[in-house]
C-alpha cells in the first residue's frame, strides 16, 4: 500500500486490521447465514422474505470486499481459511435448521442487531484515528441499520398476517 497512506493512520494498524479480519469473517458467515436461509426458508409470505434474504446476501459479501480491499491497503492479509471464520467471528452463526420464516427473520435480527454493535464499536475505535477506515465502517453501519429495519419490518407483516387470518 502507498507508505504516506499507511502513515497518516494514527492508531495500531496491527489491532486494525486484525479487528476488520474479525469483521470479515463476520460478514462470510452472514452473507453464507442469509444465502442457505434464502433456500430453505419456509412459511407465509414466503416469497417477499426470500427476496430480502437473497439481496442481504449479495450486501454481507460487498461488505467482505469493502473490508478485504481496507486490510489490504493498510498492508495486512485477509483471512485466508473459511475455518478461522469460526475463530475469529463476533456474532457466530445461527444455521437455519428450523425453516420457518419466523424462526430465519428472528436469527437474522439477531445477527443484524450484533452487527450494528460491533461495527459502531469499530467507528468509535477509528473516529478521528482512521478517516478511511472510519468511512468504510460508517458506510457499512448504514447498511446494517438498513437491513435490521428491512426485517423487522417483514416480521411485523407476516405477525399482522397470522393475526388477521
Ligand atoms: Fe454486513
Ligand atoms: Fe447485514
Ligand atoms: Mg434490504
Redesign the pocket.
Same mark, same amino acid.
Given at each position: 500500500m502507498g507508505t504516506l497512506g499507511r502513515k497518516i493512520v494514527d492508531t495500531n494498524v496491527g489491532e486494525l486490521v486484525k479487528l476488520l479480519n474479525k469483521a470479515f469473517s463476520d460478514e462470510w458467515l452472514a452473507y453464507y447465514q442469509y444465502w442457505i436461509g434464502s433456500k430453505v426458508v419456509r412459511g407465509p409470505n414466503k416469497e417477499a422474505v426470500i427476496s %430480502?434474504l437473497t439481496? !442481504?446476501a449479495t %450486501?454481507e459479501l460487498a461488505h467482505a470486499t469493502l473490508l478485504t480491499t481496507r486490510i489490504i491497503q493498510l498492508g495486512g492479509t485477509p483471512v485466508t481459511k473459511p475455518q478461522e471464520w469460526y475463530k475469529l467471528t463476533n456474532c457466530g452463526y445461527d444455521a437455519p435448521d428450523d425453516p420457518y420464516v419466523i424462526k430465519v427473520l428472528e436469527q437474522n435480527i439477531k445477527g443484524e442487531q450484533c452487527a450494528i454493535k460491533s461495527y459502531n464499536a469499530l467507528l468509535k475505535k477509528t473516529k478521528d484515528k482512521d478517516p478511511v477506515t472510519y468511512n468504510v465502517i460508517l458506510t457499512i453501519l448504514q447498511q446494517e441499520v438498513? !437491513?435490521e429495519e428491512?426485517l423487522q419490518a417483514l416480521l411485523e407483516d407476516i405477525e399482522v398476517m397470522m393475526r388477521n387470518r
Amino acid at each position: 500500500m502507498g507508505t504516506l497512506g499507511r502513515k497518516i493512520v494514527d492508531t495500531n494498524v496491527g489491532e486494525l486490521v486484525k479487528l476488520l479480519n474479525k469483521a470479515f469473517s463476520d460478514e462470510w458467515l452472514a452473507y453464507y447465514q442469509y444465502w442457505i436461509g434464502s433456500k430453505v426458508v419456509r412459511g407465509p409470505n414466503k416469497e417477499a422474505v426470500i427476496s %430480502e434474504l437473497t439481496l !442481504h446476501a449479495t %450486501e454481507e459479501l460487498a461488505h467482505a470486499t469493502l473490508l478485504t480491499t481496507r486490510i489490504i491497503q493498510l498492508g495486512g492479509t485477509p483471512v485466508t481459511k473459511p475455518q478461522e471464520w469460526y475463530k475469529l467471528t463476533n456474532c457466530g452463526y445461527d444455521a437455519p435448521d428450523d425453516p420457518y420464516v419466523i424462526k430465519v427473520l428472528e436469527q437474522n435480527i439477531k445477527g443484524e442487531q450484533c452487527a450494528i454493535k460491533s461495527y459502531n464499536a469499530l467507528l468509535k475505535k477509528t473516529k478521528d484515528k482512521d478517516p478511511v477506515t472510519y468511512n468504510v465502517i460508517l458506510t457499512i453501519l448504514q447498511q446494517e441499520v438498513e !437491513h435490521e429495519e428491512d426485517l423487522q419490518a417483514l416480521l411485523e407483516d407476516i405477525e399482522v398476517m397470522m393475526r388477521n387470518r
